[in-house]
């Protein structure tokens, strides 16, 4: 049996009684191969990881066992778990609040994880688009472009095809044309978690 490390939430992803949420991270910038010079430089997930010393031994672990061929079977049963516990809320899955998908192959895990938990509602903010190319996703996982003002014209052109989320410097976007994201408490908000809102911003923090 896997020692998986999923959390229950954070400040923002809390749960009440309707809805619980669930969030798997891995190591940060290491775990991402698409990140821009600006997202690097502002990446709160580092932070953590030096602020706590117990929670990067905690995604190193979990990237660990998401190379493991048993990953995916021993993802589902973690999660097939938690919705019997639940109590009949929704359950809202967090992939990556640190970190993000590091191949082809441990991104189709999670499709699959996807596919086989049809009640739970996935959701990433990936720069990782190409390894989703030509992938036709459960309507039960989101992708969220992760979107910054130093990526390329190759990725913007890849982002088109996804909802996508935006994190710009305060007073500089046109809050007119998206959607801008102030919220406090995404377990009544869950605008990202729609695959109807299609641009979302936030101020870089």
């Known amino acids: 049996m896997m020692n998986l490390y999923v959390s229950n939430g954070n400040s923002k992803l809390k749960s009440n009684d309707k809805v619980r949420f669930l969030i798997w991270n891995l190591p940060a910038q290491t775990t991402c191969p698409y990140s821009t010079a600006l997202c690097r430089k502002n990446c709160y997930a580092v932070k953590a ?5 117990q929670v990067l031994p905690r995604r190193q672990a979990n990237l660990g066992l998401s190379k493991r061929e048993d990953f995916v079977h021993e993802m589902v049963a973690l999660i097939h778990s938690k919705e019997q516990h639940s109590k009949g809320r929704e359950i809202l899955f967090r992939i990556h609040e640190s970190g ?3 191949s082809k192959e441990y991104a189709m895990k999670w499709v699959t994880i996807a596919k086989l938990c049809p009640n739970v509602k996935f959701l ?40 996508t989320y935006t994190a710009l410097p305060a007073g500089t ?5 998206n959607f801008k994201c102030e919220c406090r408490d995404c377990g009544t ?17």
């Open 173 to 177: 976007y046109d809050a007119i044309r």
């Open 49 to 53: 990881e030096r602020q706590y010393p």
């Open 189 to 205: 908000c869950k605008a990202c978690y729609s695959n109807s809102v299609k641009s979302i911003i936030c101020d870089i923090h």
């Open 100 to 102: 993000d998908f590091y």
């Open 124 to 163: 990433a903010y990936t720069k990782s688009l190409p390894y989703f190319e030509g992938v036709r996703l459960p309507r039960n996982f989101i992708i969220r472009a992760s979107i910054w003002s130093d990526t390329t014209p190759e990725m913007l052109d890849l982002s088109a095809k996804y909802p």
